[in-house]
């Protein structure tokens, strides 16, 4: 079933791509009348593999859209089996008021880090714009419609630190609730958080199928990811030959060096 929907995604329905960016239409099967206050959930996919981009997606829906899509199971997305999450991804972008996801390229992460940017200010950075375009999105499809809480999924040690970077940006209009492993605690966050999952696995997919080679889930712990990574690094984590854009090179020794020996 991912690999259908993965050619599918050159030509998804009731989506534009645009310059990383992915921003779905939903139809809106919500009664507006019970629309109540609209939260938005933040999370991301893809934060310490070595193959494929980092996925980072804002939801915002209802409160009852959430309280719906709880019942439908929208949880954690690594406590899903893949079908499930696609599933649940089709319920996610018909019942939300807006989906908006960024993909940040290995190449990208690699360049920033060697500029000096830590992979949280990256993810940091991605997730307030994408928060920021849904917030856009939002105005330009219900002018009426505020975004009043938004959840986020710290990567932070410290949640509240996090947190302030949002509530920055957001001002005082918008509640901010910033948790460790929030996808647990949150619909919201747990939407956003199998949004991306599903991204990134067709992303990998796309991959795979374009270079017609083995990937696994892109983590150096899985052994097909070790066995693509062994072509193209040496034991000590050097490369050995020209390495493909969507493999994150500030990872190579750090995260998987002693593993391909």
């Known amino acids: 079933m991912l690999r259908r929907v993965a050619r599918q995604l050159t030509q998804p329905r009731n989506r534009v791509i645009a310059r990383n960016f992915c ?5 809106g099967v919500y009664d507006k009348s019970k629309i109540r206050r609209l939260i938005g959930g933040v999370d991301e996919a893809g934060r310490g593999p070595v193959l494929g981009p980092l996925v980072v997606s804002c939801v915002i829906l209802s409160e009852r859209a959430s309280d719906e899509l709880a019942t439908m199971g929208v949880k954690d997305s690594k406590k899903l089996s893949p079908a499930r ?3 649940l991804y ?11 996801t960024r993909h940040l390229q290995a190449d990208e992460i690699d360049r920033r880090r ?4 830590s992979l949280n200010a990256i993810e940091v ?6 928060t920021d375009l849904a917030r856009k999105q939002l105005k330009l499809r219900y002018p009426s419609g505020n975004l009043d809480i938004l959840c986020v999924d710290s990567c932070d040690i410290r949640a509240d630190r996090f947190g302030s970077h949002f509530e920055k ?8 609730l910033s948790e460790h492993k929030a996808d647990e605690s949150f619909t919201s966050v747990s939407a956003a958080s199998i949004v991306a999952k599903v991204q990134r696995d067709w992303a990998l997919l796309e991959l795979e199928e374009a270079y017609g080679v083995s990937l696994g889930s892109g983590y150096p712990s899985d052994p097909l990811t070790v066995q693509y990574l062994q072509q193209i690094f040496d034991d000590e984590g050097n490369a050995i030959t020209k390495v493909p854009s969507f493999v994150r090179q500030s990872w190579a020794k750090k995260s998987f060096g002693q593993q391909i020996a």
């Open 169 to 176: 940006a957001l001002g005082p209009g918008v509640a901010v």
């Open 23 to 27: 921003v779905a239409a939903p139809k």
């Open 125 to 130: 950075n991605a997730m307030l714009e994408v």
């Open 114 to 117: 060697a500029e000096g940017e």
């Open 85 to 87: 999450r696609e599933t």
């Open 90 to 100: 089709d319920e996610i972008c018909k019942w939300s008021h807006v989906v908006v």
